[in-house]
């Protein structure tokens, strides 16, 4: 089993940025894949970005690229998302997830662990 526990929502104004951190402990050398997803009331959940954890091999959503950083701290079992020029568009709760299988995917139901979830809001 693999425990993911996310930190760093907030409330923010648009324009401004914040950090999410995602601790991995338990069975983490079986998870070679870290994503990130967020799902907003009343829709699915989307994809934000993921990342191989021995490379640090990174795809994003087009909606995120070149605002959001996905990055990882192998010492500290940890992956962090830095997402600068929010927009309202970007609130959502944000859900770290872990996958086994070694290769990065888009789709939410490929992952196999997932943490509890931290709420991101942006006002306007």
């Known amino acids: 089993q693999v425990q993911l526990v996310e930190s760093g929502g907030g409330l923010v104004q648009a324009g401004g940025s914040l950090r999410l951190s995602c601790a991995a402990s338990?069975?983490?050398?079986?998870?070679?894949?870290m994503g990130w997803f967020r799902q907003a009331p009343g829709k699915e959940r989307e994809f934000v970005s993921t990342?191989?954890?021995?490379?640090?091999?990174?795809t994003y959503a087009d909606s995120v690229k070149g605002r959001f950083t996905m990055s990882r701290d192998n010492a500290k079992n940890t992956v962090y998302l830095q997402m600068n020029s929010l927009k309202p568009s970007d609130t959502a709760v944000y859900y770290c997830?872990?996958?086994?299988?070694?290769?990065?995917?888009?789709?939410?139901?490929?992952?196999?662990?997932w943490g509890q979830g931290t709420q991101v809001t942006v006002s306007s």
């Open positions: 990342m191989r954890w021995s490379d640090g091999t990174t």
């Open positions: 338990g069975r983490t050398f079986s998870s070679k894949i």
């Open positions: 997830a872990a996958k086994i299988a070694n290769y990065r995917s888009t789709n939410w139901r490929a992952y196999d662990y």
